[in-house]
Nanobody, 132 residues
Framework: QLQFVESGGGLAQPGGSLTLSCTAS????????VGWFRQAPGKKREGISC?????????????DYADSVKGRFAASRDNAKNTVYLRMNNLKPEDTAVYYC????????????????????WGQGTQVTVSS
């Protein structure tokens, strides 16, 4: 089955850190941009970051961030391990959500309202809870 497998979620205190991993199963990440998304209870899934493909891209391997996480979260990728990461620092209670990753050709639509249709290989997600 072609999908991502997310891991690394858990319980963190406000101000704490977590690192999420997202490994591709059944396909290669090398030619794909990968978005990070989250969905809080009762809310729509939202794009929070997207890291571009490492092949032939003008902005090789660079990442974009939603304003809500800019300066606190950092995306990275290891194509040899077929894995992308999301380092989350200075966590806040409002970061509590199920976190997902998915792939597309580029990062243009990671904040789009139709992101669930545009991005592919969705995994089951990993729960992040920020609470004291």
């Amino acid at each position: 089955q072609l999908q991502f497998v997310e891991s690394g979620g858990g319980l963190a205190q406000p101000g704490g850190s977590l690192t999420l991993s997202c490994t591709a199963s059944g396909f290669t990440l090398e030619d794909k941009s990968v978005g990070w998304f989250r969905q809080a209870p009762g809310k729509k899934r939202e794009g929070i970051s997207c890291i571009r493909t490492g092949i032939g891209a003008t902005l090789y391997g660079s990442a974009d961030y939603a304003d809500s996480v800019k300066g606190r979260f950092a995306a990275s990728r290891d194509n040899a391990k077929n894995t992308v990461y999301l380092r989350m620092n200075n966590l806040k209670p409002e970061d509590t959500a199920v976190y997902y990753c998915a792939a597309d050709f580029d990062c243009q639509y990671y904040r789009d309202r139709d992101l669930e249709l545009r991005f592919n290989y969705w995994g089951q997600g990993t729960q992040v809870t920020v609470s004291s």
